[in-house]
């Protein structure tokens, strides 16, 4: 008979952890009033998003068709088309804005004034009148046209599509 009383490894136990010294739920009701206000903070700005971006819908379309108009501008069959649509893009882009400015009759320096004061950036003086000329010029006349006139046109209009003022 041996008198060993050395424990066997199959006799190990293993020990409880110790309770965390803090506990991980907050203790006070300020965490869940910061909790609050973060999360109404957080929705409000969600719906301020999706807001400005169904406000901004028009600006979405307008600047998928001026891509189609820049692509049919490439076509010689579709190139006197899509330049005569360009000054309409303009001004349904002005009517769709939100606010309803009254820019249906304008024509001119009045739309001349109204491009500009919309515009973050300054547009070139004749802006409205080279539109003007690609919506009423004869054909001959626009058959013309410079290549880079016509894309400082659609650089011109792309930017103020893009970045004009909305008095919300």
């Known amino acids: 008979m041996s008198t060993d009383k050395t424990p066997h490894l199959d006799q190990l136990q293993e020990l409880a952890l110790p309770a965390p010294p803090v506990s991980y739920w907050p203790q006070t009701w300020g965490w869940a009033v910061l909790a609050s206000v973060l999360l109404l903070a957080l929705l409000a700005w969600g719906a ?23 692509q049919a501008l490439a076509d ?14 303009l001004k349904r882009v002005a009517l769709s804005m939100p606010g309803r400015p009254n820019v249906a009759t304008l024509g001119g320096s009045a739309w001349q004034d109204f491009l500009q004061r919309t515009s973050p950036a300054p ?4 802006f409205s009148q080279r539109l003007a000329t690609l919506a ?13 006139d016509v894309q400082a046109l659609l650089h011109h209009s792309r930017h ?9």
């Open 48 to 70: 301020w998003r999706w807001w400005c971006w169904r406000r901004d819908r028009y600006r979405r379309e307008a600047m998928a068709r001026l891509a189609e108009l820049q």
């Open 76 to 89: 010689d069959r579709q190139r006197l088309p899509a330049l005569r649509e360009l000054p309409e893009l």
């Open 123 to 126: 547009l070139p003086a004749d």
């Open 136 to 148: 009423y010029a004869p054909e001959p006349q626009l058959r013309a046209l410079a290549q880079e």
């Open 160 to 168: 103020w599509i893009e970045k004009h003022h909305v008095a919300a």
